[in-house]
């Protein structure tokens, strides 16, 4: 009985190497393995072993099962590697066409309408000689408040309710004024750069209100920069972005970070699902900016002696929100197939 157990693992082992498609593998391991299996056959005339064979035969028995079981598993992983590779070569796909997923008649898509306006934002800026920086989403106290003018027992880090880690030291990034930190520890000025991202704030949502949400920061240093740079730039953006001239205000506003500080809002017509673009119409906060504070420059090694300069954090989900008047913040990241369809073709 051994020898015709080991001469049954040496011709599975023979035939599996010859095995091309799953199907053979797996045929080839009912006629083994199955019920009615060469190995259940040899076992069957377990019963006339004596007991000194079924001390041999019991746990070679199970050693061959497990080899055939293993060698069936690496043998189907193989064979699916190779057909996908050979399916990948033959159609040659670049996911990034359209076109070529249509022709495999794969579902229809389309961008997400913040990340669209991301980069379009970003060209714009690109266009004017920004560049576009990253920074990460998981930060450390120092670039997300410290070295922005908002040290440990300042009020201002009430403004933005954090998720900490529990560490106390690491915190999901409040805001993408931390790329500006990022920025001035990588660049010597004269600069500027823009730095689009993801944001996570521990927040009660509503209408206008989400607790991820995108935004996109910029700055620009260098010698004897304005107020009046600022402005031209913010303009520049929505005239570009809205491809008209836009009713907008500025206002002062408080942030450790700036001085002065403003807040740029847009006038906003909220939309009524039901009747179309309303009558109603009010102002949203869009583009909160200001001039550089000395202590920033200076905790980014900047000498604000000799440098000045501008920032801004744009809300990207608010201006998808204006641009295809959209009334509820909270459909852009819902998955809702309805709200999703209008945005196919952009
Ligand atoms: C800030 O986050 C500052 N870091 C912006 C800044 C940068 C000021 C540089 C000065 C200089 P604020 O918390 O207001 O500021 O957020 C900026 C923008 O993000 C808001 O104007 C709004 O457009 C958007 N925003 C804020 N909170 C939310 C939210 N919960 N959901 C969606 N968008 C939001």
Same mark, same amino acid.
């Given at each position: 009985?051994?020898?015709? $157990? *080991?001469?049954? +693992?040496?011709?599975?082992n ?9 199907? @053979?593998?797996?045929? !080839? ?13 040899i ?46 070569s033959?159609?040659?796909?670049d ?30 800026f ?11 989403h ?7 408040f410290?070295? $922005? *003018?908002?040290? +440990? ?13 529990? @560490?106390m030291?690491? !915190?999901?990034?409040?805001h ?11 660049k ?52 570009e ?27 906003w ?15 949203l ?27 801004f954090? !744009? ?24 709200f ?5 073709s952009?």
């Open positions: 009985m051994l020898d015709k $157990l *080991n001469a049954l +693992e040496k011709d599975f023979g035939q599996i190497v010859n095995c091309l498609k799953q199907a @053979d593998v797996l045929n !080839l391991k009912s006629q083994i393995l199955g019920k009615k299996g060469s190995l259940s056959e076992l069957k005339s377990l019963k006339d072993a004596t007991p000194e064979q079924r001390k041999e035969i019991g746990p070679r028995s199970n050693e061959i099962k497990q080899n055939i079981e293993k060698s069936v598993q690496s043998k189907l992983s193989e064979i699916e590697i190779k057909e996908v590779n050979e399916k990948l033959k159609n040659k796909l996911f990034s066409l359209r076109d070529s997923l249509l022709e495999l008649g794969l579902r229809d898509g389309g961008i997400h309408p913040v990340a669209k306006i991301q980069r379009e934002v970003e060209d714009i690109v266009s004017m000689g920004f560049d576009v920086l990253d920074g990460p998981i930060e450390d106290d120092w670039h997300n410290g070295a $922005l *003018n908002i040290p +440990e027992t300042h009020p201002a880090r009430d403004m933005q309710d954090t998720f900490w880690f529990k @560490d030291k690491h !915190l999901l990034r409040t993408t004024s931390t790329i500006q930190v990022r920025g001035m520890e990588a010597k000025p004269p600069f500027k750069f823009v730095g689009p991202g993801k944001v996570f704030r521990c927040e009660r949502t509503d209408a206008t209100h989400e607790m991820c949400f995108h935004q996109l920061e910029g700055m620009m240093v260098g010698k004897d920069i304005t107020v009046g740079n600022l402005i031209y730039f913010m303009k520049t953006l929505l005239k972005i809205f491809k008209k001239d836009m009713e907008v205000r500025l206002r002062p506003g408080f942030f450790p970070f700036v001085e002065p500080g403003f807040e740029l809002d847009i006038r017509k909220k939309p009524d699902p039901k009747k179309g673009e309303s009558e109603h119409s009010g102002w906060e869009l583009l909160p900016c200001g001039m550089v504070h000395p202590n920033v420059l200076k905790a980014g090694g900047i000498d604000p002696g000799e440098y000045n300069g501008f920032a954090g !744009l809300g990207l989900d608010r201006l998808v929100m204006v641009r295809y008047a959209i009334e509820d913040i909270r459909h852009l990241h819902s998955g809702d197939l309805r999703n369809k209008q945005f196919k952009h």
